[in-house]
């Protein structure tokens, strides 16, 4: 084709090439967030925290005081199940319930001093994951990875993607 144009069967075969690799960097990205998760989820074995207590007190190392219901969202579990962590957390001391000054049916929860010791630790084994899962790459590899990571999340929020917890019913 001398014109330069691409022919209904080029531009077909470039959509089918694309589509594959979408479908297979999502496979990618998929797999290493479980397997990033596994190898923290180890790693805080160590201390004695689960892969379920351990993401609940880095959230609210983020941000204290958040009720249950936000945290199951967070965390993609159901309040059910949320509940289940919460007691456990608070059974061994890491973790405690407050009512809510201003919902009496809303309760809010609160690391302990307890929780406050472990992370410091956690951060450290996290740095230390972070830093061997991604030594061969460069600051402006982790630069672009994120910025493209962060592109595609903010996408999937303006989408308004739902999980089973923000559905009605």
């Not at 992370?119 to 910025?147: H, I, N, T, W």
Request: charged share 35%; net charge neutral; proline share 3%.
């Amino acid at each position: 084709m001398g014109s330069g144009r691409k022919s209904a069967s080029e531009a077909l075969d470039i959509e089918r090439k694309r589509a594959a690799s979408l479908l297979e960097a999502t496979f990618a990205l998929a797999e290493a967030t479980r397997l990033l998760r596994s190898a923290f989820d180890q790693r805080m074995r160590a201390i004695g925290l689960t892969g379920a207590t351990w993401r609940l007190i880095t959230y609210l190392s983020r941000e204290d005081g958040q009720t249950q219901a936000s945290l199951a969202r967070q965390l993609e579990i159901t309040a059910v199940a949320l509940g289940e962590a919460v007691d456990r957390l608070e059974k061994s001391g890491h973790i405690e319930r407050r009512a809510d000054p201003s919902d009496r049916r809303k309760w809010r929860v609160y690391l302990t001093p307890q929780s406050q010791r472990l992370l410091p630790d956690m951060f450290a084994k996290g740095e230390e994951l972070q830093s061997e899962a991604f030594r061969d790459l460069s600051d402006g590899d982790v630069a672009r990875f994120y910025a493209i990571i962060a592109r595609v999340r903010g996408r999937l929020h303006e989408m308004r993607i739902e999980t089973p917890e923000d559905e009605p019913g």
